[in-house]
């Protein structure tokens, strides 16, 4: 079955940790993309990659860290940089660099501050 | 700024009784407009795509329509099994979310 694996499902980090948060995809898509969802709103853009060894920032880039060193795979760091990272966390591909196609997304990482 | 304001926020409806979600947006040189379906603690999973004003799209009880500022999600008889957050989002160079609309239908 094709599809996106997001790991862990549930993650918990100590003030002043950084962790990673695992994207893998087999759908052969070239576009990447990790975005966040605060409860009750909407998802906000961290990082998008359209190609291996590059990527952009989105509109919430301060504080993660990604890179894109195989095309399957998109790992995304969150720094102890970003002061509140509690959040949920979606990593999301699609096969149309220009974003004119629909994303698939991972099932979610939901990330805790302990 | 590209914007996408959806509404409203919640809504309650009883099995059967039909009803419409509203995504309004404002960006330049629109490429797509998506509709996702988001189940609590899932990722979003892709309904429809409409790239131009007048298109629609159907699928089963949903019905996706476009205009030049606004999108509608059309929910004809719906069934317990269809609550869940509806999210609309724009593309233009990116993608846009809005906050989303979240239906509950009660039998």
């Known amino acids: 079955d094709g599809g996106i694996t997001q790991s862990p499902k549930y993650l918990f980090r100590k003030e002043g940790q950084n962790v990673t948060l695992s994207c893998e995809q087999n759908?052969?898509?070239?576009?990447m993309y990790w975005y966040r969802q605060d409860p009750g709103q909407g998802l906000r853009l961290i990082y998008y990659?359209?190609?291996?060894?590059?990527?952009q920032k989105g509109d919430i880039a301060e504080g993660y860290s990604v890179s894109r060193e195989k095309k399957e795979s998109f790992p995304l760091t969150v720094t102890s940089a970003q002061k509140n990272p509690t959040a949920f966390y979606l990593c999301?591909?699609?096969?149309?660099?220009?974003?004119?196609?629909?994303?698939?997304f991972g099932q979610g990482t939901r990330l805790t501050v302990v | 700024e590209d914007q996408v304001t959806q509404s409203p926020e919640a809504l309650r409806l009883q099995e059967g009784e039909s009803s419409s979600l509203n995504c309004s947006y404002t960006v330049s040189g629109l490429r797509g407009l998506f509709w996702y379906r988001q189940d609590p603690g899932k990722g979003p999973e892709f309904l429809f795509t409409l790239y131009s004003a007048g298109e629609e799209k159907e699928k089963e009880r949903l019905k996706a329509t476009l205009t030049k500022k606004e999108s509608f999600l059309h929910i004809t008889a719906p069934k317990p099994e269809d609550s869940a957050t509806y999210l609309c989002?724009?593309?233009?160079?990116?993608?846009?979310f809005g906050d989303g609309t979240t239906l509950t239908v009660k039998p």
């Open positions: 999301a591909s699609s096969i149309d660099l220009a974003g004119e196609a629909e994303a698939f």
């Open positions: 759908l052969n898509h070239d576009a």
């Open positions: 989002a724009v593309h233009a160079g990116k993608s846009t």
């Open positions: 990659s359209q190609i291996v060894n590059d990527f």
